[in-house]
């Protein structure tokens, strides 16, 4: 079957650094998606990788290893508007996401 | 990034009434067009896949005749949650896509539906 696992919750403070971690397993890959999503509100598109490496863009930096089914992504410099969901999500053989429940970052100042 | 739009943005009707939800994509062609629900606190479902001209394909446990989807312009996209009772209630929410199948996934900003 196909899976996503990203952790559930997790909590870091203000200014400081946090990386969410994704582990995938599909049949097939065609890319990796970060999207965020405040309470209430519809998913924003962050990041796509589909090569290996590390993918900056200003605060936020995506990574993706395919030979590890792994990717990250890394928050720097926080602030309190980072507090949301970092939905995770795979596209498959047939091009369809496959998503990972999401992981609740609560930042404290 | 693409702009998707969804009208309207919340509704409340009575139960055993339809409700029509329109997902548009205002500045590129849409050849797929993703339908989620997600309830509190939970994670995104995928209802139903659509492609223009085509008949939408849904994910199991979707009624098709509950949810009747229809995609028929390349910017367009409609859901229609007929006779609706309080347990459709949730947070509705498009996607579109454009050509080529790699294209990334744009979210409109979503339907709040409560059925009293």
């Known amino acids: 079957g196909q899976n996503i696992d990203q952790p559930t919750e997790m909590t870091a403070t203000e200014g400081a650094i946090v990386q969410i971690n994704c582990t995938y397993q599909?049949?097939?890959?065609?890319?990796l998606f970060w999207y965020q999503q405040h309470a209430g509100e519809a998913p924003t598109f962050l990041s796509y990788?589909?090569l290996d490496g590390l993918e900056e863009k200003g605060r936020f930096s995506s990574f993706l290893s395919r030979s590890k089914g792994y990717s990250y992504l890394l928050l720097k410099e926080l602030q309190m508007k980072d507090s949301a969901s970092y939905l995770c999500?795979?596209?498959?053989?047939?091009?369809?996401?496959?998503w990972g429940a999401g992981t609740k970052l609560i930042i404290k100042p | 990034g693409a702009v998707v739009s969804q009208h309207p943005s919340w509704v409340i009707c009575k139960s055993g009434t339809s409700v029509k939800i329109e997902c548009r994509s205002l500045?590129?062609?849409?050849?797929?067009m993703f339908w989620y629900r997600q309830f509190p606190k939970q994670s995104l479902m995928l209802m139903a896949t659509?492609?223009?001209?085509?008949?939408?394909?849904?994910e199991q446990g979707v009624e098709k005749d509950k949810f009747l989807i229809n995609h028929a312009s390349l910017t367009l996209s409609t859901l229609t949650v007929t006779s609706a009772h309080p347990e459709d209630s949730s947070f509705y929410i498009c996607?579109?896509?454009?050509?080529?199948?790699?294209?990334?996934?744009?979210f409109g900003p979503g339907t709040r539906l409560l059925v009293l």
């Open positions: 500045d590129f062609q849409a050849t797929t």
């Open positions: 659509s492609n223009e001209g085509s008949k939408a394909t849904y």
């Open positions: 990788n589909v």
């Open positions: 996607s579109a896509r454009g050509m080529g199948g790699q294209e990334t996934q744009y």
């Open positions: 999500a795979v596209m498959d053989s047939n091009y369809q996401l496959i």
């Open positions: 599909t049949s097939g890959f065609n890319g």
